[in-house]
Every structure is written in structure tokens, then in C-alpha cells.
């Protein structure tokens, strides 16, 4: 996801926030033009992970939020919610997904979030951009989900 959102030259900066094994993290991936960003706070839920991505693009008058594990998600993906007036977030099959783009008015209300919660209340009014044709935003949460991703590249090549 990294390498994915580092190559959409739609996106300014790229910050990743990282929590549980920060520092294992750290020292294994590459990170490329992307700002690895520790959030102290991670324990406390997606929340405080979304506050600390937003405070460190504080000034962004529109920020492309995506999650780290939907390793599916295209470049293109990204480009055509980027694009699209905020809010907004992509659809996969009428399936409200990833990536997700807040506005002004949304970055002032991600303060206001707690738990493990991210933007989606935030996101009533959002604009739906149909992504089905440049991929999905399936999640990989457990070995068995990463295997049968893996499997079902290896059909596909």
C-alpha cells in the first residue's frame, strides 16, 4: 500500500502512522518518499491513528486517508478520489471503501473522534466515486487472508 500510494503523483505528501511494532516496522519496510509518523496514542483506536495523520498534514485543505492493510487498493483509485470534490470515497460494487477524501470540513471534526472509530462518521454526504473498474479494497487482516490474496495472484499469473 505504501509503494501504491507513494506512486500516485496526485499526493503531495504521504504519511504513514504507525503503532503496534513501530519499531519493527521501521527497521523492515521501505518507506519510500513516505513520512513514517509514530502515534503514541494507537492503543486508544483508529481514531487517534487518524488524528495524528491529520495533525501532521495540518494545513491541507483536503487529505486521501487509505488503510494499510487493503493492499489492493490501485494508484488510480487513489487519482479518482483525490480528484473528486470532498468528501468522498471510492465504491467498489455500489460498496461504500477506501480510499476516502476529507475536507475542511471533516479535518476539523477528526478531533472530535474517539475510539476505534475512523471518518466514516464523518462521511454521511460523501460524494460515491466508483472504483469497481481499477480494483477493490479488500481487507488483509489474518494469514489466512494474505494466503488466499497470494493464491489468488498466482491464478491470475
Not at 527497521?27 to 495524528?52: I, T
Not at 491529520?54 to 478520489?81: C, E, F, N, Y
Not at 468522498?88 to 476529507?102: E, I, N, Q
Request: glycine letters at 10%; proline letters at 5%.
Amino acid at each position: 500500500m505504501i509503494t501504491t500510494a507513494c506512486a500516485a503523483d496526485v499526493l503531495e505528501r504521504v504519511v504513514v502512522v504507525l503503532g503496534a511494532a513501530e519499531q519493527e516496522v521501521r527497521a523492515r519496510v521501505r518507506f519510500g518518499r513516505a513520512e513514517p509518523l509514530g502515534c503514541p496514542e494507537w492503543q486508544q483506536g483508529q481514531a487517534s491513528s487518524l488524528r495524528c495523520g491529520v495533525r501532521a498534514l495540518a494545513g491541507a485543505t483536503k487529505v486521501v486517508v487509505m488503510l494499510g492493510d487493503q493492499p489492493q487498493i490501485s494508484t488510480a483509485a487513489i487519482a479518482r478520489v483525490a480528484a473528486a470534490p470532498a468528501p468522498a470515497r471510492a465504491a467498489y460494487g455500489g460498496r461504500p471503501g477506501h480510499p476516502v477524501a476529507l475536507g475542511p470540513r471533516q479535518l476539523a471534526a477528526v478531533e472530535r473522534l474517539s475510539g476505534d472509530r475512523g471518518a466514516r462518521a464523518l462521511l454521511g454526504d460523501a460524494l460515491l466515486v466508483d472504483c469497481s473498474d481499477l480494483g477493490c479494497d479488500g481487507d488483509v487482516d489474518t494469514i489466512e487472508d494474505l494466503e488466499a490474496l497470494a493464491d489468488e495472484a498466482r491464478a491470475i499469473v
